[in-house]
């Protein structure tokens, strides 16, 4: 058995000590004016009920389609394309 000097919490171990040579600060800059209009953005669909989807349903979106109607995946894409195409009445303007 090997006579250790060392206390239990590890105060003698030189790994627990940081090499300031080796430390790095990682800061977190401000966002652009143009992330925060995207935001926005984003944050003003949320509030309105509206979503942006893709222009072709993904497989998961299709899975999910299957899974809730029972139909065929194309029939699921058909029914998508359709949806998208007779589209909505557009939301008046957020000022």
């Given at each position: 058995m090997q006579n250790d000097t060392a206390?239990?919490?590890?105060a003698g171990d030189s790994t627990d000590v940081a090499d300031p040579a080796t430390t790095t600060t990682t800061t977190t800059a401000a966002p652009s004016a143009v992330m925060t209009l995207a935001l926005d953005v984003v944050g003003?669909?949320?509030?309105?009920?509206?979503?942006?989807?893709?222009p072709e349903p993904t497989p998961a979106m299709v899975a999910a389609g299957v899974a809730a109607s029972g139909l065929g995946a194309d029939r699921v894409r058909a029914v998508f394309k359709a949806m998208l195409a007779a589209g909505g009445t557009v939301a008046g303007r957020v000022q």
């Open positions: 206390d239990a919490s590890g003003l669909l949320r509030d309105t009920g509206l979503a942006v989807v893709e």
